[in-house]
C-alpha cells in the first residue's frame, strides 16, 4: 500500500472547536480546546492535547520507534516493524486486571497516515511540537491555521557519517540553525583534518557539540553515524521526553552535557523500578525490560545509541539473549 492508497478516516465536517474527529478501526480521536478524547470499544480517556500532541509527533516521526511508544500510563503504540498495535491500557496493570485493555493491530502506512493527518489538522501555527515548551507558543484553544512546516520536519539520518562525502552538512549560522540559547558557551571551531590522497571519502571529522548547540528540536535523536548496526543517535534536551519509552531491546545513554533524570519503571506494569540521575560523563544501559522517561531541567546534550538489529526484539523475547547488556 502506497500513502496515497490509503483513505483516512476523517469527519466531513469539523467540529464546534474547528478540529475534524478521526477514526481508525474501533478507536476515535476528537479534541477541542484543552483536550483530546480516545475511545475503544471498553473504555475511553482523554489528554492534555500539548502533552498528546508532543507525544504523536515523535510517534510519526520515528514511524514508531523501537518496541513500545507510552503517550502516557494508557494509550500508545507497540512496532512490529510492518504492523503496528494501537493499543489502550495494555501497559497498566489496573486496566489489565479490570480486563479493560484493549489493542488492534494495522499496517503501518494506515496508522502511518491516519496519525499524520490528526497531527496536521489538530496542531494550530501557535505550535510547534518539537519545540521546547520555552521556545514555542500555546497549543491550546480553536483551529488557527496550521504548522506543517514543523510538523513534516525532516529527521536527520546519516547513512555514514556526518560530513562524510555525501552525507549531512554541518549546521552553521549560513544554514539558518542559530546556536541554541542555552549552548552560547559551546566552541564552535572545528578540527583540521589533513587526509592522505586517496582516503578523502573516508577519513573525516566533525565538532559534535557545534552540531547539537544548533538543534532547533527537542526529544528527537538523529543518526549522526551508522557503523553496521550500530547507530549513534545524538539529541538535545529540555523539559520531559513527552513519550514513556518501553524498548524491545538494550539502548545505551551517555550524557554529554548538564543533566537528566529518568523515571524507571516495568514495562508491562508500569511498577516504578528505579530512578536514574545521570551527570555529564555519565553512561548507563536502559535494560530491554523496562520504559522510561527523562527530564532535562535545561537543555542539555544526550547520546543515544542503538543497536538497530532486526534480530534483536526475538532473541530478547525468546529468551535467547538477555534484556541487560553486560554481566559484570
Ligand atoms: C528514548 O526513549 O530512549 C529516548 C527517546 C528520545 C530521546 C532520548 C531518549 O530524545
Ligand atoms: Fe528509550
Redesign the pocket.
Known amino acids: 500500500m502506497t500513502a496515497t492508497e490509503i483513505e483516512v478516516s476523517k469527519s466531513d465536517a469539523p467540529n464546534p472547536s474547528g478540529y475534524h474527529e478521526f477514526s481508525l478501526g474501533e478507536f476515535t480521536f476528537r479534541r477541542d480546546e484543552y483536550f483530546v478524547y480516545i475511545s475503544w470499544p471498553t473504555g475511553n480517556h482523554m489528554m492534555s492535547i500539548d502533552a498528546f500532541l508532543r507525544a504523536l509527533q515523535?510517534d510519526v516521526a520515528w514511524d514508531f520507534?523501537y518496541g513500545t511508544v507510552n503517550f502516557d500510563s494508557v494509550f500508545g503504540t507497540v512496532n512490529h516493524y510492518g504492523t503496528v498495535d494501537i493499543f489502550a491500557g495494555r501497559f497498566n496493570d489496573s486496566y489489565r486486571k479490570a480486563e479493560l485493555d484493549y489493542s488492534e493491530n494495522h499496517a503501518t502506512p494506515e496508522i502511518r497516515e491516519t496519525f499524520k493527518s490528526i497531527l496536521s489538522d489538530w496542531t494550530n501555527s501557535t505550535f510547534d511540537p518539537f519545540a521546547s515548551p520555552h521556545e514555542t507558543g500555546a497549543a491550546w484553544g480553536i483551529k488557527n491555521g496550521d504548522n506543517d512546516a514543523a510538523v513534516t520536519r525532516r529527521r536527520v539520518a546519516a547513512r555514514r557519517m556526518v560530513t562524510v562525502p555525501g552525507d549531512e552538512e554541518i549546521r552553521t549560522d549560513a544554514s539558518g540553525f542559530p546556536v541554541n540559547r542555552h549552548f552560547l558557551d559551546v566552541d564552535q571551531t572545528e578540527p583540521v583534518v589533513e587526509v592522505e590522497p586517496g582516503f578523502e571519502d573516508d577519513v573525516a571529522a566533525f565538532n559534535l557539540f557545534a552540531y547539537l548547540s544548533r538543534s532547533d528540536v527537542?526529544?528527537?535523536?538523529s543518526v549522526v553515524s551508522q557503523c553496521k548496526d550500530s547507530l549513534f543517535c545524538p539529541?538535545t534536551?529540555e523539559y520531559i521526553?513527552p513519550?514513556i519509552?518501553g524498548?524491545d531491546r538494550v539502548?545505551w545513554?551517555v550524557q554529554l552535557t548538564d543533566q537528566i533524570s529518568w523515571d524507571v519503571e516495568d514495562r508491562d506494569t508500569g511498577a516504578i523500578r528505579s530512578r536514574v540521575v545521570m551527570k555529564a560523563g555519565d553512561v548507563c544501559a536502559?535494560p530491554a525490560d523496562i520504559r522510561?522517561q527523562?527530564y532535562s531541567p535545561k537543555r542539555s546534550m544526550?547520546l543515544?545509541w542503538e543497536n538497530n538489529s532486526a534480530d534483536i526484539p526475538d532473541l530478547i523475547a525468546s529468551g535467547k539473549a538477555p534484556t541487560y547488556p553486560v554481566e559484570f
Open positions: 515523535r520507534f527537542t526529544w528527537n535523536p539529541t534536551e521526553l513519550i519509552h524498548n539502548e545513554f536502559m522510561h527523562g544526550l543515544v
